[in-house]
């Protein structure tokens, strides 16, 4: 392919399970999907939390848009990328028990914050630790893992945000029901800690490329500069691409998951007690099946063709965006709840292809800032934007709408499907193109 720096380890993926997966990877990859739900849990409770915090600090959709994405999203963007560059060059398990400690420390600071300024504080400190604890362990799966048994790996692995968001759903609304907000950002917090602990005892750094054989031996581990590392990733079009395509899903999933509870409350007349049990069920049964799912796809299919990367997700957004429009058509938050639940599925679905795809197409050496550049491209796209522009949109709307706002604001994300669905046909031709290239 024109212009495309050398891929050693492309197609790696694509290659037969070497040896049955043993005991102790299964132990380090649990860990990891435990340090990733409390990641995620943490990241969440802003937006399930979000009507009792307006109600108590006296917050605008705007403010509630911001906290959640932008000001949030600016440190975990950025921040991640020195904590991969650093990541690479020294002990991942180092990295990613302290970045734990970091954000569970802040969310617990969120649950003394008594003015808006203070909680954006906490926050932005969330968003700083929570920077180093994805990009290492997409390396860490990567170098435990071999060839052959990623896709299903990164899709339990990345069970994370479902169970996170279900759990935080399920425990953060009973206890604000029960007590108070405060009381479920302190007592997360307090479990974070704890999990940092486990990481740092239980985990050992993986050798890199270890479980790549033929690319170790070609290409011996090495310490590859940041702006190396940095050109290599935005100059081929293949990972950038994933990284806008997953950019693109995000500011749909992440603009609906930030207003989601507060949509279905203020609008739909749920309870906190209702949301605690039936939203919660459906996040858990919907991001779970969309992620272990497109896990198991990949691996049956990437081996015959690398366009399943990509085509995946196109289809799959695709077959989401009448259910998507059904639910926030539907009168009555059952029926909304129940036609979510597809799409809650298939939106996720590009997580697992796109995840394993950056890393299969980069050296082992470059694993874990390949991890923080695509998550920096796709959650500034996503993370960053999506909550601030429906928190906007709801805001300026509700002069005219004034009891539906969020609902119009929600709408307006369906374009976006469109956008993501064209990156990711664009992603599929490109690998075609590749395939076809080496063929000849």
Not at 181 to 190: E, L, N, Q, V
Not at 252 to 260: E, R, S
Request: glycine share 10%; net charge positive; hydrophobic share 55%.
């Amino acid at each position: 392919m024109s212009g495309q720096p050398p891929n050693p380890a492309a197609g790696t993926d694509a290659a037969p399970a070497q040896a049955r997966t043993s005991v102790r990877e299964w132990i380090v990859l649990l860990t990891l999907l435990t340090v990733y739900i409390l990641n995620f849990l943490d990241r969440s409770l802003l937006s399930i939390l979000a009507k009792p915090i307006q109600d108590s600090l006296h917050l605008s959709d705007t403010q509630l848009g911001l906290i959640g994405g932008l000001y949030f999203a600016f440190f975990y963007c950025f921040i991640a990328i020195p904590v991969g560059w650093l990541a690479d060059r020294s002990n991942r398990v180092h990295i990613l028990s302290l970045a734990c400690a970091i954000w569970s420390a802040a969310t617990m600071c969120c649950g003394f914050a008594a003015t808006y300024p203070q909680l954006v504080v906490a926050r932005m400190l969330v968003g700083f630790g929570e920077a180093g604890g994805v990009p290492p362990s997409y390396a860490i799966i990567t170098d435990t893992f071999a060839p052959g048994r990623r896709g299903v790996a990164f899709g339990i692995y990345n069970l994370g945000p479902g169970i996170g968001a279900g759990l935080g759903i399920a425990f953060g609304a009973t206890i604000a029901a029960s007590f108070n907000w405060r009381y479920a950002f302190i007592g997360i917090g307090a479990i974070g800690i704890v999990a940092a602990l486990l990481v740092f005892f239980i985990i050992r750094d993986p050798v890199r490329g270890g479980k790549d054989s033929a690319v170790a031996a070609a290409h011996p581990e090495g310490k590859t500069g940041f702006l190396a590392t940095a050109a290599m990733f935005f100059s081929s079009p293949i990972p950038l691409l994933a990284s806008l395509g997953s950019g693109a899903t995000q500011f749909i999933t992440y603009g609906l998951g930030n207003f989601a509870t507060l949509y279905l409350m203020r609008e739909k007349g749920m309870t906190l007690r209702e949301v605690a049990v039936w939203y919660a069920l459906v996040v858990v049964i919907g991001m779970g099946t969309g992620m272990i799912a497109s896990g198991r796809i990949i691996d049956r299919h990437a081996h015959r063709s690398r366009q399943a990367y990509a085509l995946v997700p196109a289809i799959s957004l695709a077959l989401a965006i009448p259910f998507y429009l059904g639910f926030l058509w539907a009168p009555s938050w059952p029926l909304a709840l129940a036609l979510l639940l597809p799409p809650m599925a298939l939106n996720f679905f590009y997580l697992s292809p796109s995840v394993t795809l950056v890393q299969e197409v980069v050296r082992p050496d470059q694993r874990v800032m390949a991890g923080a550049l695509y998550l920096l491209v796709m959650n500034f796209i996503g993370l960053g934007l999506g909550p601030t522009y429906v928190g906007a949109a709801s805001d300026y709307l509700r002069a005219s709408h004034p009891t539906n706002s969020l609902q119009i604001a929600l709408f307006t994300l369906t374009p976006f499907y469109l956008i993501a669905i064209l990156l990711f046909l664009w992603l599929a031709r490109l690998l075609k193109r590749e395939a076809a290239g080496r063929a000849a």
